[in-house]
C-alpha cells in the first residue's frame, strides 16, 4: 500500500466520531447498563469492521483533506491495534464502565471520541491535526477522570489532569507557532521550496520542535513531566485508568515517533543529549518510586511512567526497527495493563495486602494476573521480553555508543522486577483472604485468551510483525 | 496634507462626524429620559413632566443639572478606579458602537463627497458585537468595586443573561448575513434599497423577532431588566452610585436603547431607505436626498424607541429562572432551527 | 517614523506591560482586568497587520465571553483578599532561573537570525485576515480540521454535561 498525503484514514476516524454520537443517543433510548455495554460491543465491532474495509481497500470514504492527513501502513496497523485493544477492554470491562456512576452510555461516547483522537494522532501529517488529534484524545479523559462524582480523589485528579494537560497543550501551540514560524508550514513533511523561503526564520524550528518535544512528554508522561500521573491515574476510577494507560498512551506515543521519524534532524545535536537525558530520568522516576509504593494501583501507574521510558527509546531509530519495536510494546504492555487492571477493578482492597492469598480463592484470576505482571516485567517468554527487547535494540542499532543507555535500562528492568514480583509473593507466598467482587466466567475465558495471546506473542512476536509487513 | 502619512483633511472630517454622531446620540438619549416619562404618563392615563418648559420639554435639562450638582459619594470599602472606571465603560462601549452604523447616504460638502457613516470596516456588525460584548464590563466591573453584596448579585446576573442572549442574538443574525452575503453595514443597506428587494425583516421574519427579545435583554430592559429589579436588588449593580457616575449608567442604557434600535433599523428594516420610494431615479436630489435618508431612519428609530417603552410599562418583568430557561431553551433552540431553514432555503433556491 | 509604526510600539509596549502586571497583580480580579488589556493590545496588532476579522473574534470572544465567566467565578468566590498562599523560595527561585533560561535561549535565537534585524513587521497589507479569503482558506484547505473540531466540541459539551449535571 504506497503512502498516499492526500487521502487519509477516513474511515476510522468518521466512524468512531459518528459512533460516539450513536452511542451518546442511544443513551436515550437504551436505560439498561447492560444493554448499554451491548451496544457499545456492537458498536465497536462495526468500528472495526469498518476500519478493516479500508485496511483490505474494501470500502472506505475518499475525502481530500489537502494533506492533512496521510495513510501509512504503519499508521493503518496502530489503528487495527488500537480498535481491537479497546473492544477487548470493553469485553472485559464492560461492566465496570457503566458502573461508574450514571451516564454508562455517556462513558462509552467519551471513550469513542478518545479513540478518534487516537485514530487521527497515528494518521496526522499536519500539525494542526496533530493539535486537535491531542485535545479530542485527552479532553474526554479529563471527564473520565473526574466521573466518580462522589469521590474526592477522583474529583482532585480530573481538575489535575484538566490543569497539566491545558498547560502542557499550550505549551504544545506555543511549538506548534514557532514551529510555523521557522519553517512557514503546518505540515510535518516540508517541501524544499518552502524551506528555502524561510531560511532566514528557520533558527525558530528547532526551538519549536523542542516546545511540541516537551509537550507531547507531558502527554506520555516522561520525566520530568511526569508529575501528574500517579495523582491522576490513582485517583481515576480503575477502569478508565486502564484506558488511559494503554491506548490513550501508547497513542501518544506514535503521534511522537511519527514527528521525530521526520523532524529530530532539525533538532540538531542537542537531540542526542535530551532523549538519554529525558529516557534515564523517566526510567528512574518510574521505577524507584514505584519500588515504595503501598498500593498496587498506584505502583502500576508509576510503572507506566517506568514504560514510557522503554518506549522512548524508539525515538532512537523511528524507520524500522523502532516502528516495529512501539508495535510490540504497544500490543504487549496494553494486553498486560489492560489485564492486571481488569484484575485489580474486581479487588475489594487495592494495597498488596489486598491480593494475599488470591492464588487460593481464584486461581485463575492469579494465574492470568503472574502471566501479565510477567509480561510487564519483561521476562523472556511473554510478550514484554521481546517488547522490551526491540526497543533497546533499536537504540543500539542508531550506535553501539547508545550501549551505556542499554545498560542503564537493563538494570532499571531489574528493579522493576523487585516491585511486579511483591504482587505474585502476595498472591501465592502470603497467607489471606483476598477478597474480590463476583467473577464471570466470560471475564475468567477472556482472562484466559490474554494471557495466551501474550504468551504466544512471547514466543513467536513474527506472528504479529509479520501482520504489519503482509 | 500629509504628516506621519495621515491624510489630515480626512481625520478632521471624520473628526467632525464622530463628534456631530456623539452629541446627536447624547441628545437623542437625553430625550428618550424625556420621552420615556411621557409615555409611560400617557399608558398610565396621567399628563406626566409637564412644568419646565412647554409641554416640559426642558424636563431632562432639569434632570441632568440635578444629576451633576448632586454630591458624589464613593463608598469607603470600594476600590476607587475600578469604581470609577465601570460607569465610564458603560458610556464609553455604548457610544462606540455608532462607529460602523450608515446615518445616511454621501453628501457633498465643500466639494468632498463624505459618507455619513464613520467607518464601513470589513467586519461592521462584528465590531457591534465586540463592542456589545465589552458593555457587560461596565456592569460587572460597577457593581464589583462598589463593594455591596446586591450589587455584585445584580452584576453576575447582567452579566450571565447577556452572555446568555448574545448567543442567540449572534446565532439569528448569521441567518441575516447568510441571506446578505456581506458584514458591512453599508453594503447590508444598499442591498435592500435596491428596486425590487424587500426589506430583510420580509426574509427573516422569525429572525428578527430573536434579534428584538434580545436586544431586549441586552439593553436589560423590561421584562429583561434583573440587574436592576428595584424589589430584589434594592436597586441593582449601580446601588452605591449618586451624581453623574449614576447619571452615566442610566445614560448608557438609553444610548444602548437607541443603538439598538438603529441597528434593528439598519438590519431588517432598510436602514435609511425611503420606503415605497426609489431613490435610484431621484438622484438628482442630491444633499436633500440624503438628509430625506436619515430622517427615514430616524423616524424608524423612533418608533422602535416608542416599542421599547411600550414593551417595559405593559409587559412584568421575567423570574432569573424563567429568564435563563427562555435565553437557553427558547431562543438558542429557535435561533439554531431558523439558521438551519435558512441555510438549506438558500441551498435550495442555488441549485 | 510612520503612524502605524508608533501605533505597533505603543500596543506591544501595552501588550508587554499588561501581561506582566496580569502575573504581578495581587487581586485575581485585576489580573483579569489586565489580561484584558492584553487582548485589546494583540487585537490591535491584528488590525495593524489588516486581520480585521481575527480581530474582533478575540474581542468578542476572549474578551468578552472567556474573561466574563473568569471575573464571574472570581467575583463568585470573593476571592478580593490574598487567599493565596505564600510559595517557598526555592520554588521562586527555581521558577525564576528556568523562566530565565528560556528567555536566553529565546533572545540569543532572534538575536543569531541576523536577516531578521532591521526588517519592520508588513502592516497593511495582505488580505488573508478578511473574512472572504478566511472563509474560503477555511473550507477549502482547513476543511478537514475545521470539520474535525467539531468532535472535540462535541465531547467537551458531553463532558461538561457529564461533570455539571446533578445525579
Redesign the interface.
Known sequence: MPERAEL?VMNA?IFS?LI??VM?LGGIVIKSNAGIKLLAIILLFILLGSHLAEYYDLFNIH?Q??G??AKSRFGMFFNTIIISLTLLYVLLSGDEIVKV???GA??F??IF??L??AT?LSSYN?L??LF?GV??MT??L??LT??E?KNLKSNEA?LKYFLMGSFSTGILLMGIALYYGGTGLFAIEASKAANEAQ???R??LP?GLLFIFISLSFKVSAAPFHFWTPDVYDGAPSVFTSFMATIVKTAGFIAFIKLFELRSVDMGYSWKILLPLIIILTLLAGNITAVFQQSVKRMLAYSSIAHAGFMLFALYNPNDFGKQGIMLYTVAYSLATIGTFAVLTKMKDYTYEGYNGLAKTKPVLAATNTIFILSLAGIPLTAGFFAKYYMLASALKESTSNLWLVIVAVLFAAVSVYYYFRVIQAMYFKDGNAETTEIKPFFKTLLIIIAALIIVIGLMPSLLLDLFYA | MTLLSIDWFLFFEKLILIAVIIFASLGIALYTTFAERKVAAILQDRPGPNRAGPFGLFQPFADGLKLIMKEEIIPNNSNKFLFVLGPALAMVAALMTCAVIPWGDKIVAFGRTVALQIADINIGILYVFGVVSLGVYGIMIGGWASNNKFSLLAALRGASQAISYELAMGISLIALLMITGTLQLGEIVKQQMQPGHFWNVVYQPLGFLLFLVCAFAECNRTPFDLPEAENELNFGYHQEYSSMKLGFYLFAEYINMFISSVIMATLFFGGYDIPFFDETKHADWGNWLALAGVVCLMIKVVIFIFFFMWVRWTIPRFRYDQLMKLGWKTMLPLALLNMLITGAVILWLKK | MAITEIIFWFLSALAVISAIMVVLSKSPVHSVLWLIAVFFAISGHYVLLNAQFIAIVNIIVYAGAIMVLFLFVLMLMNLNKETEPQKNLWMKLTGVVSGGCLLIILISLVRQATEIKGKIAVTKTGDIGLIKVLGKELFSSYVVPFEISSVLFLSAMIGAVVIGKKD
Open positions: 487519509g476516524i466520531a460516539g454520537v451518546m475525502i483533506t489537502h492533512m492527513l456512576g450514571t451516564y455517556e462513558y461516547a467519551l471520541f478518545s478518534c483522537g487521527i499536519n494542526l491535526m486537535l485535545e479530542i479532553i474526554p479529563f471527564v473526574s466521573s462524582k480530573g531560511q532566514a526564520f533558527i525558530l526551538l
